[in-house]
């Protein structure tokens, strides 16, 4: 089974992109955000203590991939989320290679798109949105950090304009034999 982990800043599209290519080409797409509150649930259900910070969220994504990756068997994953985000304080913080590494991932997927244009999504999703600045300089982090990932854990890296799920199918998917 391959694992595509598909980054880029809120309102890029990962999700529209994932879903749709999913639907096309017969992967499994889930959301890194979703299998964090899956978990979280769960963990509050079972110990009763919410988990509020980055790294605590990070494993329980850990956690909870693990379980869909076994049930997935061989098909493909595409797995949305963020290279980078920002904290509390609203710095900008990467996501540790350590967890690419044991979501065992086997390629990296950038999604990138103009920053007045996400601010659009985000506007019409929210009803509000980041600065233009504040989106550019995530998706900069975003970029960079993908592209240290790829490096880090030695498998491809593909940069994607958000949206445009014909080259995601084209160049991201494993060729079927």
Same mark, same amino acid.
């Given at each position: ?8 800043v ?5 999700s529209?992109?994932c879903g749709? #290519?999913?639907?096309l ?6 959301? +890194?955000?979703? @299998?964090?509150r *899956?978990?979280? %649930? ?18 329980l994504?850990?956690r909870?991939?693990r ?5 997935a ?8 989320g963020?290279?980078a985000?920002?904290?509390g ?7 540790s290679?350590d ?6 991932i086997?390629? #990296?997927?950038?999604?990138v798109?103009?920053?007045s244009a996400? +601010?659009?999504? @985000?506007?019409? *999703?929210?009803g %509000? ?12 982090a975003?970029?960079?950090h ?10 491809p ?19 079927k034999?």
């Amino acid at each position: 089974m391959t694992v595509i982990f598909v980054g880029g800043v809120h309102g890029v599209g990962k999700s529209t992109c994932c879903g749709q #290519v999913a639907q096309l080409a017969g992967c499994l797409h889930f959301a +890194a955000s979703e @299998i964090i509150r *899956r978990e979280r %649930a769960q963990a509050i259900a079972s110990a009763g203590k919410l988990v509020a910070d980055v790294d605590g969220n990070q494993r329980l994504l850990i956690r909870g991939f693990r379980t869909l990756r076994q049930e997935a068997g061989t098909t493909p994953i595409l797995l949305d989320g963020h290279f980078a985000m920002r904290d509390g304080l609203g710095d900008i913080q990467p996501v540790s290679v350590d967890v690419f590494r044991s979501l065992e991932i086997d390629r #990296v997927v950038c999604l990138v798109d103009d920053a007045s244009a996400i +601010a659009v999504r @985000i506007r019409q *999703r929210d009803g %509000a949105a980041p600065a233009h600045r504040e989106i550019a300089d995530l998706q900069d982090a975003e970029l960079r950090h993908s592209r240290l990932v790829a490096a880090a854990l030695a498998v491809p890296f593909t940069l994607l304009q958000g949206g445009d799920v014909e080259s995601f199918i084209r160049h991201v998917l494993p060729r079927k034999a």
